[in-house]
Structures are given as C-alpha cells and as structure tokens.
Antibody, heavy 120, light 110 residues
Framework: EVQLVQSGAEVKKPGESLKISCKGSGYNFLTYWIAWVRQMPGKGLEWMGV????????RYSPSFQGQVTISADKSISTAYLQWSSLKASDTAMYYC?????????????WGQGTAVTVFS | QSALTQPPSVSGSPGQSVTISCTGTSSDVGSYNHVSWYQQPPGTAPKLMIYEVSNRPSGVPDRFSGSKSDSTASLTISGLQAEDEGHYYC??????????FGGGTKLTVL
C-alpha cells in the first residue's frame, strides 16, 4: 500500500524553528515528486512547493519562497518542511502529497497532515 | 496566478445530482486539461476524485464525473449520498510546474 506518514502535531512559540517530516512507503520514493500544501484554519488549500527526490530539485510557490525550506533524505524516503523562525501566521495544517502514478499533473496520495500551532 | 473560482457552497438531497464549477481563464483552465478534483470530508486529508478533467482513479465511484467547457471545469456528483458531504477543491497544474487551487466548495447533503 502506498502511504505518506507525517510527523505529529507541534506547538511552538514565535521565533522558534521547526522541521516536520513526511515518510513515503510502498512505492519508489525517487520516482515521484512530493508537494507540501498548507491549510490555514477554516480555509482552503495552498500549494507551497515541490521536491523531486531523485535529483533534489525544488520548486517553491512564489508566496512561500524564502519563508520555508523543503528538503528530502532519499536514504530514508522522507521529505521535510522547515521553518527557521516561526510566526503566529504559520499556524495551519500542513499536508504532503505525492505526484500521481497515472498522471504527473495531479497528486494521488496525501499524508494525514501535521498540525502546527504557533502562539506565545 | 489567481486562484480558481468555485461557488462557496452547493447542496442537494440524497439521490439528486449536483454540479460544482471551477472557473479560470483562457490562459489556464481554458488551455490545459490538467484539472483535478479533491474531496475533503471534515477533519480529514483531501482525497483525489478526478484527474486530467475527467479521469477517475481506481476506487472512486462512477457517480463522480468531470468535464470542461472553455475556461470552466465541472465536477458532477450523481445519486448523492450522505457520505459525499464535505469540501471539494479543484486544482490546475500550471505551465510553471506549480499548482493553483480553487477556493473550495462546501457540499451539504440535505
């Protein structure tokens, strides 16, 4: 079974750093890009960026360029999303999702989400 | 690139059909068939329902169908069931290899 399993919920203070993870299993992790998607409380989905694990090429959505860092460790089939200095406005659910097997223009499997809460 | 436009809400009774629209421009939705639809029940992760305008992944009931006309893509759900409730999002994979989402539509089964 193809799965993406994300790390657990986080509660942080403004200014702190954070790195959340997304571990792929049941498929060749190197073959399909992994995207990160933000969903703020009560709001819609926002595409943050994507990493191609095979060559570590990364594409950020303009809104998130410079705000977060996407990375991956091929040896453990895991993608990461990190912040160097969190803000209250980073409070959201974060999902990872993999490129579709049947189409490169979609995502077909999503992680369960990681809730990030930032407050002082 | 602007978000795609969806109606905030739609509703229907069990057994009826509903259609959710997703409007872009001639430069995005009108030019590419890279439209997907996702279902998100409350408190859960999104689930892929339709890709490339009208293709259903394995396991998605054939009550769900997708289409496109000019700059508007549509998701139709026939034979509505209570389990269909939730939010639905369209998305477009753009020529710059990023994805834009619609604002989401809340489906209520009356």
């Amino acid at each position: 079974e193809v799965q993406l399993v994300q790390s657990g919920a986080e509660v942080k203070k403004p200014g702190e750093s954070l790195k959340i993870s997304c571990k792929g299993s049941g498929y060749n992790f190197l073959t399909y890009w992994i995207a990160w998607v933000r969903q703020m409380p009560g709001k819609g989905l926002e595409w943050m960026g994507v990493i191609y694990p095979g060559d570590s090429d990364i594409r950020y959505s303009p809104s998130f360029q410079g705000q977060v860092t996407i990375s991956a460790d091929k040896s453990i089939s895991t993608a990461y999303l990190q912040w160097s200095s969190l803000k209250a406005s980073d409070t959201a659910m974060y999902y990872c999702a993999k490129r579709g097997s049947a189409s490169r223009y979609t995502v077909d499997v999503w992680g369960q989400g990681t809730a990030v809460t930032v407050f002082s | 690139q602007s978000a795609l436009t969806q109606p905030p809400s739609v509703s229907g009774s069990p057994g009826q059909s509903v259609t959710i629209s997703c409007t872009g421009t001639s430069s995005d939705v009108g030019s590419y068939n890279h439209v997907s639809w996702y279902q998100q029940p409350p408190g859960t992760a999104p689930k892929l329902m339709i890709y490339e305008v009208s293709n259903r992944p394995s396991g998605v009931p054939d009550r769900f169908s997708g289409s496109k006309s000019d700059s508007t893509a549509s998701l139709t759900i026939s034979g509505l069931q209570a389990e269909d409730e939730g939010h639905y999002y369209c998305s477009l994979y753009t020529s710059s290899s990023t994805v834009i989402f619609g604002g989401g539509t809340k489906l209520t089964v009356l």
